[in-house]
Protein backbone atom coordinates (compact mmCIF):
# COMPACT_ATOMS: atom_id res chain seq x y z
CA UNK A 1 0.00 0.00 0.00
CA UNK A 2 1.59 3.38 -0.70
CA UNK A 3 1.44 5.68 1.54
CA UNK A 4 3.44 8.86 0.36
CA UNK A 5 3.74 10.33 -3.19
CA UNK A 6 8.07 10.11 -2.38
CA UNK A 7 7.58 6.26 -3.55
CA UNK A 8 7.32 7.13 -7.49
CA UNK A 9 10.56 9.14 -7.12
CA UNK A 10 12.19 6.68 -5.24
CA UNK A 11 11.43 4.57 -8.08
CA UNK A 12 12.18 6.66 -10.86
CA UNK A 13 15.70 7.37 -9.20
CA UNK A 14 16.56 3.74 -8.98
CA UNK A 15 15.23 2.52 -12.33
CA UNK A 16 15.52 5.41 -14.82
CA UNK A 17 18.32 7.33 -12.82
CA UNK A 18 20.12 9.33 -16.24
CA UNK A 19 16.76 10.16 -18.22
CA UNK A 20 15.00 13.86 -18.09
CA UNK A 21 13.06 14.58 -15.59
CA UNK A 22 12.28 18.23 -15.55
CA UNK A 23 13.63 21.21 -17.97
CA UNK A 24 13.15 24.54 -17.77
CA UNK A 25 14.98 27.77 -19.84
CA UNK A 26 18.38 27.38 -17.27
CA UNK A 27 18.30 23.91 -16.07
CA UNK A 28 18.09 20.06 -16.91
CA UNK A 29 17.52 17.71 -14.56
CA UNK A 30 17.79 13.91 -14.87
CA UNK A 31 15.84 11.84 -11.94
CA UNK A 32 18.77 10.99 -10.14
CA UNK A 33 19.32 14.30 -9.74
CA UNK A 34 15.87 15.47 -8.76
CA UNK A 35 15.92 12.95 -6.24
CA UNK A 36 19.42 13.45 -4.68
CA UNK A 37 18.92 17.80 -4.60
CA UNK A 38 15.45 17.10 -3.13
CA UNK A 39 17.09 14.37 -0.48
CA UNK A 40 19.56 17.14 -0.01
CA UNK A 41 16.71 19.86 0.98
CA UNK A 42 15.10 17.71 3.17
CA UNK A 43 18.59 16.96 5.37
CA UNK A 44 18.76 20.64 5.89
CA UNK A 45 15.42 21.24 6.68
CA UNK A 46 15.59 18.01 9.32
CA UNK A 47 19.06 19.49 10.62
CA UNK A 48 17.74 22.90 11.60
CA UNK A 49 15.00 20.77 13.56
CA UNK A 50 12.25 22.25 11.96
CA UNK A 51 9.52 19.83 11.90
CA UNK A 52 7.23 17.29 11.48
CA UNK A 53 4.04 18.35 9.36
CA UNK A 54 4.64 21.82 9.21
CA UNK A 55 4.20 24.10 6.38
CA UNK A 56 7.47 25.18 4.43
CA UNK A 57 6.86 28.31 1.92
CA UNK A 58 8.63 28.43 -1.48
CA UNK A 59 9.71 31.15 -2.55
CA UNK A 60 11.52 31.11 -6.27
CA UNK A 61 10.84 32.07 -9.75
CA UNK A 62 9.11 29.43 -11.54
CA UNK A 63 11.56 26.59 -12.26
CA UNK A 64 12.81 23.26 -11.77
CA UNK A 65 14.47 24.51 -8.29
CA UNK A 66 10.32 25.46 -6.93
CA UNK A 67 9.47 21.43 -8.24
CA UNK A 68 13.01 20.00 -6.48
CA UNK A 69 11.95 22.40 -3.31
CA UNK A 70 8.47 20.76 -3.04
CA UNK A 71 10.01 17.42 -2.75
CA UNK A 72 12.40 18.31 -0.04
CA UNK A 73 10.03 19.54 1.75
CA UNK A 74 7.82 16.44 1.51
CA UNK A 75 10.96 14.30 2.43
CA UNK A 76 11.24 16.21 5.51
CA UNK A 77 8.14 14.77 6.39
CA UNK A 78 6.69 18.44 6.21
CA UNK A 79 4.36 20.31 3.37
CA UNK A 80 4.48 22.67 1.47
CA UNK A 81 3.10 26.00 -0.14
CA UNK A 82 4.10 27.99 -2.79
CA UNK A 83 4.14 32.03 -3.25
CA UNK A 84 4.82 33.36 -6.71
CA UNK A 85 7.08 35.85 -6.95
CA UNK A 86 5.32 38.25 -8.85
CA UNK A 87 2.33 38.36 -6.38
CA UNK A 88 0.98 41.56 -4.52
CA UNK A 89 2.61 42.36 -1.51
CA UNK A 90 -0.65 42.54 0.36
CA UNK A 91 -2.05 38.75 -1.02
CA UNK A 92 1.31 37.41 0.41
CA UNK A 93 0.86 39.34 3.90
CA UNK A 94 -2.50 37.81 4.20
CA UNK A 95 -1.42 34.43 3.17
CA UNK A 96 1.26 34.70 5.58
CA UNK A 97 -1.01 35.92 8.21
CA UNK A 98 -3.09 32.65 7.87
CA UNK A 99 -0.38 29.68 7.33
CA UNK A 100 2.69 31.49 10.28
CA UNK A 101 5.23 29.60 8.36
CA UNK A 102 8.61 29.89 10.57
CA UNK A 103 10.58 28.55 6.85
CA UNK A 104 11.08 29.96 3.72
CA UNK A 105 12.92 28.24 0.55
CA UNK A 106 14.20 30.60 -1.44
CA UNK A 107 17.56 32.38 -3.28
CA UNK A 108 19.61 34.85 -1.75
CA UNK A 109 18.58 37.09 -4.25
CA UNK A 110 14.60 37.00 -3.79
CA UNK A 111 15.44 36.74 0.42
CA UNK A 112 15.96 40.41 0.72
CA UNK A 113 12.43 41.04 -1.62
CA UNK A 114 10.94 38.69 1.14
CA UNK A 115 12.25 40.58 3.96
CA UNK A 116 9.82 43.22 2.99
CA UNK A 117 6.83 40.86 3.88
CA UNK A 118 5.27 40.48 7.25
CA UNK A 119 7.78 37.45 8.26
CA UNK A 120 10.15 36.79 10.72
CA UNK A 121 11.65 32.94 9.99
CA UNK A 122 14.52 31.53 9.02
CA UNK A 123 15.41 31.16 5.38
CA UNK A 124 17.43 28.16 3.67
CA UNK A 125 18.48 29.21 0.38
CA UNK A 126 17.93 26.56 -2.23
CA UNK A 127 21.77 27.38 -4.11
CA UNK A 128 23.62 26.44 -0.64
CA UNK A 129 22.06 23.06 -0.85
CA UNK A 130 24.32 19.96 -1.49
CA UNK A 131 22.78 16.83 -3.31
CA UNK A 132 22.41 14.04 -0.76
CA UNK A 133 22.02 10.29 -2.19
CA UNK A 134 20.26 9.40 1.12
CA UNK A 135 20.22 9.84 4.57
CA UNK A 136 19.37 8.28 7.31
CA UNK A 137 17.28 11.19 8.68
CA UNK A 138 15.36 11.52 5.75
CA UNK A 139 14.19 8.05 5.85
CA UNK A 140 12.96 8.28 9.16
CA UNK A 141 11.03 11.04 8.17
CA UNK A 142 9.52 9.69 5.30
CA UNK A 143 8.55 5.98 6.92
CA UNK A 144 6.56 8.17 9.37
CA UNK A 145 4.17 9.58 6.73
CA UNK A 146 0.94 8.85 6.11
CA UNK A 147 -1.56 8.98 3.78
CA UNK A 148 -3.77 11.51 5.51
CA UNK A 149 -0.55 13.68 6.02
CA UNK A 150 -0.63 17.11 4.03
CA UNK A 151 1.30 17.48 0.83
CA UNK A 152 0.45 20.71 0.26
CA UNK A 153 -1.78 23.67 0.70
CA UNK A 154 -2.53 25.94 -2.22
CA UNK A 155 -4.50 29.52 -1.74
CA UNK A 156 -7.43 30.33 -3.32
CA UNK A 157 -9.29 33.46 -3.54
CA UNK A 158 -11.23 34.35 -0.67
CA UNK A 159 -14.92 36.22 -0.95
CA UNK A 160 -13.92 37.88 2.11
CA UNK A 161 -10.83 39.30 0.45
CA UNK A 162 -8.89 36.59 2.42
CA UNK A 163 -7.12 33.78 1.01
CA UNK A 164 -8.26 29.71 1.92
CA UNK A 165 -5.55 27.45 1.76
CA UNK A 166 -6.88 24.13 0.35
CA UNK A 167 -5.64 21.64 2.52
CA UNK A 168 -4.72 18.39 0.17
CA UNK A 169 -3.26 14.88 1.23
CA UNK A 170 -0.31 12.39 0.09
CA UNK A 171 -3.40 10.03 -0.79
CA UNK A 172 -5.53 12.49 -2.74
CA UNK A 173 -2.93 12.80 -4.76
CA UNK A 174 -1.94 9.22 -4.92
CA UNK A 175 -5.57 8.66 -5.97
CA UNK A 176 -5.59 11.55 -8.70
CA UNK A 177 -2.11 10.49 -9.95
CA UNK A 178 -3.08 7.04 -10.29
CA UNK A 179 -6.38 7.99 -12.62
CA UNK A 180 -5.04 10.07 -14.59
CA UNK A 181 -1.95 8.11 -15.73
CA UNK A 182 -3.99 4.84 -16.07
CA UNK A 183 -6.48 6.76 -17.92
CA UNK A 184 -4.21 8.24 -20.71
CA UNK A 185 -1.72 5.75 -21.14
CA UNK A 186 1.57 8.11 -19.71
CA UNK A 187 4.42 6.21 -19.73
CA UNK A 188 8.19 7.04 -19.28
CA UNK A 189 7.98 7.61 -23.10
CA UNK A 190 6.02 11.17 -22.92
CA UNK A 191 7.01 14.58 -22.92
CA UNK A 192 4.53 16.93 -21.04
CA UNK A 193 4.92 20.93 -21.09
CA UNK A 194 3.66 22.76 -18.55
CA UNK A 195 1.73 26.21 -18.59
CA UNK A 196 0.00 25.97 -15.00
CA UNK A 197 1.86 28.48 -12.14
CA UNK A 198 3.09 25.88 -9.20
CA UNK A 199 0.71 27.55 -6.94
CA UNK A 200 -2.10 26.55 -9.36
CA UNK A 201 -3.63 23.08 -8.74
CA UNK A 202 -3.99 22.47 -12.38
CA UNK A 203 0.19 21.97 -12.61
CA UNK A 204 -0.13 19.10 -10.17
CA UNK A 205 -1.22 16.91 -13.28
CA UNK A 206 1.92 17.54 -14.69
CA UNK A 207 4.28 17.44 -11.65
CA UNK A 208 3.18 13.86 -10.05
CA UNK A 209 2.31 11.77 -13.30
CA UNK A 210 5.79 13.00 -14.71
CA UNK A 211 7.44 11.88 -11.80
CA UNK A 212 5.48 8.66 -11.13
CA UNK A 213 6.05 7.37 -14.67
CA UNK A 214 9.09 8.67 -15.67
CA UNK A 215 7.91 11.11 -18.26
CA UNK A 216 9.96 14.26 -19.36
CA UNK A 217 8.24 17.73 -18.12
CA UNK A 218 8.98 20.60 -19.76
CA UNK A 219 8.78 23.90 -17.88
CA UNK A 220 7.44 26.24 -20.81
CA UNK A 221 8.25 29.83 -21.00
CA UNK A 222 5.52 31.94 -19.91
CA UNK A 223 6.49 34.61 -22.70
CA UNK A 224 5.51 32.03 -25.02
CA UNK A 225 1.84 32.10 -24.53
CA UNK A 226 1.34 35.34 -25.89
CA UNK A 227 3.34 33.69 -29.35
CA UNK A 228 1.64 31.12 -30.22
CA UNK A 229 3.94 30.29 -33.24
CA UNK A 230 7.01 30.12 -31.71
CA UNK A 231 4.99 28.00 -28.79
CA UNK A 232 4.12 25.65 -30.92
CA UNK A 233 7.68 25.31 -32.42
CA UNK A 234 8.43 24.85 -28.68
CA UNK A 235 6.44 22.10 -28.36
CA UNK A 236 7.94 20.44 -31.81
CA UNK A 237 11.12 21.28 -30.95
CA UNK A 238 10.75 19.56 -27.68
CA UNK A 239 8.77 16.69 -28.76
CA UNK A 240 6.00 17.54 -26.15
CA UNK A 241 3.20 15.16 -26.96
CA UNK A 242 1.10 15.97 -24.01
CA UNK A 243 -0.38 19.35 -22.66
CA UNK A 244 -2.80 20.07 -20.02
CA UNK A 245 -3.33 24.02 -20.37
CA UNK A 246 -6.92 26.51 -19.47
CA UNK A 247 -8.75 26.73 -22.17
CA UNK A 248 -7.59 30.19 -22.41
CA UNK A 249 -3.85 28.89 -23.33
CA UNK A 250 -5.63 27.26 -26.05
CA UNK A 251 -8.01 29.69 -27.55
CA UNK A 252 -5.09 32.33 -27.89
CA UNK A 253 -3.25 29.64 -30.42
CA UNK A 254 -7.17 28.58 -32.25
CA UNK A 255 -7.46 32.48 -32.51
CA UNK A 256 -4.21 33.39 -34.22
CA UNK A 257 -4.23 30.16 -36.81
CA UNK A 258 -0.92 29.19 -35.12
CA UNK A 259 -2.54 25.60 -35.96
CA UNK A 260 -2.03 26.67 -39.80
CA UNK A 261 1.69 27.46 -39.74
CA UNK A 262 3.04 24.94 -37.59
CA UNK A 263 2.25 21.15 -38.19
CA UNK A 264 1.69 19.87 -34.78
CA UNK A 265 0.24 16.60 -35.85
CA UNK A 266 2.84 14.25 -35.39
CA UNK A 267 3.39 15.68 -31.81
CA UNK A 268 0.83 16.14 -29.73
CA UNK A 269 -1.64 13.06 -28.95
CA UNK A 270 -3.07 14.26 -26.44
CA UNK A 271 -4.95 17.57 -25.27
CA UNK A 272 -6.25 18.17 -21.71
CA UNK A 273 -7.93 21.02 -20.46
CA UNK A 274 -9.20 22.78 -17.26
CA UNK A 275 -9.98 25.41 -15.15
CA UNK A 276 -12.98 27.37 -17.13
CA UNK A 277 -15.41 26.78 -20.19
CA UNK A 278 -14.18 25.46 -23.55
CA UNK A 279 -15.73 26.65 -26.24
CA UNK A 280 -16.93 24.51 -28.97
CA UNK A 281 -15.82 26.80 -31.94
CA UNK A 282 -12.21 26.91 -30.57
CA UNK A 283 -11.77 23.65 -29.68
CA UNK A 284 -13.43 22.38 -33.22
CA UNK A 285 -10.13 24.27 -35.17
CA UNK A 286 -7.50 21.71 -32.55
CA UNK A 287 -9.79 18.69 -33.63
CA UNK A 288 -9.25 19.64 -37.11
CA UNK A 289 -5.53 20.07 -37.04
CA UNK A 290 -5.18 17.50 -35.11
CA UNK A 291 -7.25 14.74 -35.96
CA UNK A 292 -5.82 11.59 -34.14
CA UNK A 293 -5.08 13.24 -30.90
CA UNK A 294 -7.11 12.45 -28.05
CA UNK A 295 -8.83 15.43 -26.40
CA UNK A 296 -10.45 15.58 -22.94
CA UNK A 297 -11.97 18.32 -20.87
CA UNK A 298 -11.40 18.02 -16.88
CA UNK A 299 -13.58 19.67 -14.50
CA UNK A 300 -13.00 20.58 -10.73
CA UNK A 301 -11.62 22.81 -8.06
CA UNK A 302 -8.47 22.76 -5.82
CA UNK A 303 -10.94 21.37 -3.30
CA UNK A 304 -10.47 17.83 -5.05
CA UNK A 305 -7.58 17.80 -5.75
CA UNK A 306 -7.60 19.26 -9.22
CA UNK A 307 -10.31 17.35 -10.87
CA UNK A 308 -13.50 15.02 -9.96
CA UNK A 309 -15.13 15.01 -13.91
CA UNK A 310 -13.51 14.12 -17.22
CA UNK A 311 -14.87 13.83 -20.61
CA UNK A 312 -13.05 12.36 -23.32
CA UNK A 313 -14.62 14.32 -26.58
CA UNK A 314 -15.52 11.31 -28.25
CA UNK A 315 -18.46 12.85 -30.96
CA UNK A 316 -18.71 15.85 -33.19
CA UNK A 317 -20.14 19.38 -31.50
CA UNK A 318 -21.57 22.53 -32.98
CA UNK A 319 -19.83 25.34 -31.77
CA UNK A 320 -23.06 26.29 -30.82
CA UNK A 321 -23.12 23.21 -28.14
CA UNK A 322 -22.03 22.96 -24.34
CA UNK A 323 -19.00 20.92 -24.28
CA UNK A 324 -19.90 18.11 -21.07
CA UNK A 325 -17.69 17.70 -18.11
CA UNK A 326 -18.40 14.17 -18.82
CA UNK A 327 -18.43 11.55 -16.04
CA UNK A 328 -16.73 11.49 -12.33
CA UNK A 329 -12.96 9.65 -12.20
CA UNK A 330 -12.86 6.58 -10.63
CA UNK A 331 -13.30 6.49 -7.09
CA UNK A 332 -15.06 10.18 -6.65
CA UNK A 333 -18.80 10.19 -6.70
CA UNK A 334 -20.53 13.03 -8.13
CA UNK A 335 -24.33 14.23 -6.37
CA UNK A 336 -26.18 16.88 -8.06
CA UNK A 337 -28.51 18.14 -5.63
CA UNK A 338 -31.24 21.35 -6.22
CA UNK A 339 -32.05 23.70 -3.65
CA UNK A 340 -34.18 21.35 -1.05
CA UNK A 341 -30.93 18.98 -1.14
CA UNK A 342 -32.86 16.43 -3.29
CA UNK A 343 -30.66 14.23 -5.44
CA UNK A 344 -31.22 15.22 -9.47
CA UNK A 345 -30.88 12.32 -11.79
CA UNK A 346 -33.37 13.38 -14.79
CA UNK A 347 -31.76 15.27 -17.83
CA UNK A 348 -32.24 19.34 -18.03
CA UNK A 349 -32.97 19.66 -14.01
CA UNK A 350 -30.60 22.26 -12.89
CA UNK A 351 -28.54 21.63 -9.28
CA UNK A 352 -25.47 22.36 -7.79
CA UNK A 353 -22.90 20.05 -8.63
CA UNK A 354 -21.20 18.05 -4.88
CA UNK A 355 -18.57 15.65 -4.71
CA UNK A 356 -17.45 13.20 -1.42
CA UNK A 357 -14.71 10.96 -2.44
CA UNK A 358 -10.45 10.32 -1.79
CA UNK A 359 -10.04 13.47 -3.45
CA UNK A 360 -11.21 16.01 -0.85
CA UNK A 361 -8.97 18.39 0.79
CA UNK A 362 -8.99 18.28 4.13
CA UNK A 363 -10.48 21.68 4.75
CA UNK A 364 -9.16 25.13 4.54
CA UNK A 365 -5.93 25.82 6.89
CA UNK A 366 -6.51 27.67 9.64
CA UNK A 367 -10.43 28.11 8.64
CA UNK A 368 -12.73 26.06 10.68
CA UNK A 369 -15.93 28.83 9.66
CA UNK A 370 -15.44 28.02 5.76
CA UNK A 371 -14.18 24.62 6.37
CA UNK A 372 -17.74 24.03 8.24
CA UNK A 373 -19.41 25.86 5.30
CA UNK A 374 -17.70 24.17 2.15
CA UNK A 375 -17.25 20.16 3.64
CA UNK A 376 -20.25 19.51 4.85
CA UNK A 377 -22.38 16.15 5.87
CA UNK A 378 -23.67 14.32 2.79
CA UNK A 379 -27.44 15.10 3.52
CA UNK A 380 -28.69 12.03 1.70
CA UNK A 381 -26.74 10.10 4.60
CA UNK A 382 -28.26 10.34 7.97
CA UNK A 383 -26.54 7.18 8.80
CA UNK A 384 -22.64 8.64 10.20
CA UNK A 385 -20.25 11.09 9.36
CA UNK A 386 -20.02 11.39 5.64
CA UNK A 387 -18.27 14.65 4.43
CA UNK A 388 -18.98 16.26 1.20
CA UNK A 389 -18.09 19.24 -0.95
CA UNK A 390 -20.50 21.71 -1.82
CA UNK A 391 -18.63 23.14 -5.14
CA UNK A 392 -21.10 26.58 -5.92
CA UNK A 393 -20.85 25.09 -9.50
CA UNK A 394 -24.51 24.65 -10.95
CA UNK A 395 -24.03 21.37 -13.73
CA UNK A 396 -27.23 19.67 -15.50
CA UNK A 397 -27.42 16.19 -17.06
CA UNK A 398 -27.36 16.33 -21.05
CA UNK A 399 -30.09 13.51 -22.51
CA UNK A 400 -26.99 10.87 -22.40
CA UNK A 401 -26.60 11.49 -18.88
CA UNK A 402 -23.32 13.30 -19.16
CA UNK A 403 -22.82 16.36 -16.77
CA UNK A 404 -22.86 19.50 -18.52
CA UNK A 405 -21.43 23.29 -16.66
CA UNK A 406 -23.31 26.36 -16.47
CA UNK A 407 -22.23 28.48 -14.40
CA UNK A 408 -21.05 29.55 -10.63
CA UNK A 409 -23.64 29.60 -8.11
CA UNK A 410 -22.79 33.00 -7.65
CA UNK A 411 -23.17 33.42 -11.67
CA UNK A 412 -27.01 33.12 -11.52
CA UNK A 413 -28.85 36.16 -11.71
CA UNK A 414 -32.47 37.27 -11.25
CA UNK A 415 -33.30 39.30 -14.23
CA UNK A 416 -36.84 40.48 -15.31
CA UNK A 417 -38.33 37.78 -13.07
CA UNK A 418 -35.95 34.74 -14.69
CA UNK A 419 -33.37 32.82 -13.09
CA UNK A 420 -30.43 33.25 -15.69
CA UNK A 421 -27.21 31.59 -15.46
CA UNK A 422 -24.60 33.57 -17.55
CA UNK A 423 -22.56 30.64 -18.66
CA UNK A 424 -25.28 29.89 -20.90
CA UNK A 425 -24.76 33.27 -22.38
CA UNK A 426 -21.50 32.57 -23.02
CA UNK A 427 -21.71 29.55 -24.09
CA UNK A 428 -23.96 31.21 -27.35
CA UNK A 429 -21.72 34.04 -27.28
CA UNK A 430 -18.40 32.21 -27.93
CA UNK A 431 -20.02 30.19 -30.63
CA UNK A 432 -20.08 33.43 -33.04
CA UNK A 433 -18.19 34.01 -35.85
CA UNK A 434 -14.83 36.07 -35.27
CA UNK A 435 -15.02 35.77 -30.97
CA UNK A 436 -12.61 34.50 -28.84
CA UNK A 437 -13.02 35.43 -25.81
CA UNK A 438 -16.21 36.25 -23.88
CA UNK A 439 -17.26 36.94 -20.32
CA UNK A 440 -20.87 37.86 -19.28
CA UNK A 441 -21.37 39.59 -15.54
CA UNK A 442 -24.63 41.42 -14.17
CA UNK A 443 -24.51 45.57 -13.47
CA UNK A 444 -26.75 45.39 -10.39
CA UNK A 445 -26.98 49.09 -10.59
CA UNK A 446 -28.44 49.49 -13.84
CA UNK A 447 -30.05 45.87 -14.05
CA UNK A 448 -28.62 44.81 -16.97
CA UNK A 449 -26.64 42.09 -18.28
CA UNK A 450 -23.11 43.27 -19.55
CA UNK A 451 -21.50 41.11 -22.31
CA UNK A 452 -17.28 41.64 -22.42
CA UNK A 453 -16.12 40.61 -26.08
CA UNK A 454 -12.29 40.61 -28.13
CA UNK A 455 -13.98 41.65 -30.98
CA UNK A 456 -15.78 45.34 -32.42
CA UNK A 457 -19.56 44.36 -33.02
CA UNK A 458 -22.33 46.28 -32.34
CA UNK A 459 -24.97 45.17 -29.47
CA UNK A 460 -28.14 44.77 -31.96
CA UNK A 461 -25.75 42.64 -34.36
CA UNK A 462 -24.90 40.27 -31.70
CA UNK A 463 -28.50 40.05 -29.81
CA UNK A 464 -29.56 39.57 -33.64
CA UNK A 465 -27.48 36.77 -33.71
CA UNK A 466 -27.66 35.68 -29.68
CA UNK A 467 -31.43 35.61 -30.62
CA UNK A 468 -32.02 31.91 -32.68
CA UNK A 469 -29.79 30.51 -29.59
CA UNK A 470 -31.14 32.18 -26.12
CA UNK A 471 -34.49 33.55 -25.14
CA UNK A 472 -34.97 37.24 -25.30
CA UNK A 473 -34.73 37.99 -21.84
CA UNK A 474 -31.07 36.77 -21.65
CA UNK A 475 -29.85 38.81 -24.43
CA UNK A 476 -26.88 41.80 -23.66
CA UNK A 477 -28.21 45.09 -22.27
CA UNK A 478 -24.52 45.82 -23.10
CA UNK A 479 -21.80 45.17 -25.18
CA UNK A 480 -17.98 46.05 -23.93
CA UNK A 481 -15.58 45.08 -26.47
CA UNK A 482 -11.72 44.35 -24.53
CA UNK A 483 -9.35 43.67 -27.95
CA UNK A 484 -7.35 42.26 -25.06
CA UNK A 485 -9.11 40.62 -22.82
CA UNK A 486 -7.85 40.74 -19.03
CA UNK A 487 -6.56 37.58 -17.71
CA UNK A 488 -5.42 36.41 -14.25
CA UNK A 489 -2.27 34.65 -13.30
CA UNK A 490 -3.84 31.40 -13.86
CA UNK A 491 -4.12 32.25 -17.26
CA UNK A 492 -8.39 32.46 -17.00
CA UNK A 493 -10.23 35.92 -18.32
CA UNK A 494 -10.20 38.34 -14.62
CA UNK A 495 -13.50 38.77 -13.62
CA UNK A 496 -12.81 41.07 -10.80
CA UNK A 497 -10.66 43.42 -13.29
CA UNK A 498 -14.00 43.29 -15.78
CA UNK A 499 -16.64 44.15 -13.04
CA UNK A 500 -14.23 47.53 -12.35
CA UNK A 501 -15.51 48.57 -15.56
CA UNK A 502 -18.91 47.99 -14.98
Not at 80 to 109: G, Q
Not at 139 to 156: G, R
Request: net charge negative; charged share 25%; with cysteine.
Amino acid sequence: MQSNVLEWLEYTAKYMPEKTALVDEQELLTFREYHDKSIGIAEEILRSGYGPKKPVVVYIEKSVKVLVSFMGIAYSGNFYSPIDTEMPATRVNKILEVLKPELVITTKVLADEFKAFAYQGRFLFYEEIEEREESEKVQNAVDSIIDTDLLYVLFTSGSTGVPKGVCITHGSVIDYIDWVTKTFEITEKDVLGNQAPFYFDNSILDIYSTMKTGAALYIIPQKLFSQPVPLLEYLKEHGVNTIFWVPSALIVVSKLRALKNVDTKGILRRVLFCGEVMPNKQLNIWRKFLPDAVFANLYGPTEITDACTCYIVDRAFGDEEPLPIGFPMRNTDIMVLDDEDHLVTEPEIVGELCVRGTGLARGYYRNPEKTQAAFVQNPLNDAYEEKIYRTGDLVKYNERHELIYLSRKDFQIKHMGHRIELGEIETAVSSLPGISLCCCLYDERHSRIVLFIDQERKKDEINGQLKTMIPEYMLPGKVIVKEEMPINANGKIDRVRLKELL
